[in-house]
T-cell receptor, first 109, second 117 residues
Framework: QKEVEQDPGPLSVPEGAIVSLNCTYS??????FMWYRQYSRKGPELLMY????GNKEDGRFTAQVDKSSKYISLFIRDSQPSDSATYLC?????????FGQGTELSVKP | DGGITQSPKYLFRKEGQNVTLSCEQN?????MYWYRQDPGQGLRLIYY???????QKGDIAEGYSVSREKKESFPLTVTSAQKNPTAFYLC????????????????FGSGTRLTVV
């Protein structure tokens, strides 16, 4: 079993939809949880991070962590075609990030 | 501007050849990483280094070698022993320890696409 599991998709939604991207993890030692966005043929870029359980909002993006169920979510409101990318969750353990497989998202105009 | 630079962007390798991928950073980061990305497989860690002249194997180190002679540089050699080297290779860097949570993420380069011909 992988330490971090993420549905690879692909996920296709119409413009303006609310998108939910999710990961599960198995190691209770994770404390910081990162989300990366990767456009095609580019390197990943840090989108946002959260610490422990709870929510964090940044514009149209909300990151949520539920440590009791070991579940990580990223919500995108009013999705735009420019949000089309692969999204990777990456919990942090011992100074290292453990990456999920990434979910490929396509937002259709 | 601080950042991490990978070169070349595209690289072609003949069977039996060794090739070296370059990674340079001017972020004063202690730690550097090499990942391989294949479709549907996410990022797989090849090697990482937390300090100059020291590095550790990741999950898929076989057929690869690295060096860390300078803090700024972490080149990756794909040897002829790597049987399936065609992939997208990503280099990243980070502060090794301490700092604020905003420093805990990795900064990635733009990648090198390696193709065997």
């Amino acid at each position: 079993q992988k330490e971090v599991e993420q549905d690879p998709g692909p996920l296709s939604v119409p413009e303006g939809a609310i998108v939910s991207l999710n990961c599960t993890y198995s190691n209770s030692a994770f404390q910081y949880f990162m989300w990366y966005r990767q456009y095609s043929r580019k390197g990943p870029e840090l989108l946002m991070y959260t610490y422990s359980s709870g929510n964090k909002e940044d514009g149209r993006f909300t990151a949520q962590v539920d440590k009791s169920s070991k579940y990580i979510s990223l919500f995108i409101r009013d999705s735009q075609p420019s949000d089309s990318a692969t999204y990777l969750c990456a919990p942090r353990r011992g100074g290292k990030l453990i990456f999920g497989q990434g979910t490929e998202l396509s937002v259709k105009p | 501007d601080g950042g991490i630079t990978q070169s070349p962007k595209y690289l072609f390798r003949k069977e039996g050849q060794n090739v070296t991928l370059s990674c340079e950073q001017n972020l004063n980061h202690d730690a550097m990483y090499w990942y391989r990305q294949d479709p549907g497989q996410g990022l797989r860690l090849i090697y990482y280094s937390q300090i100059v002249n020291d590095f550790q194997k990741g999950d898929i180190a076989e057929g690869y070698s690295v060096s860390r002679e300078k803090k700024e540089s972490f080149p990756l050699t794909v040897t002829s022993a790597q049987k399936n080297p065609t992939a997208f290779y990503l280099c990243a860097s980070s502060t090794a320890t301490g700092g604020a949570p905003s420093d805990y993420g990795y900064t990635f380069g733009s990648g090198t696409r390696l193709t065997v011909v």
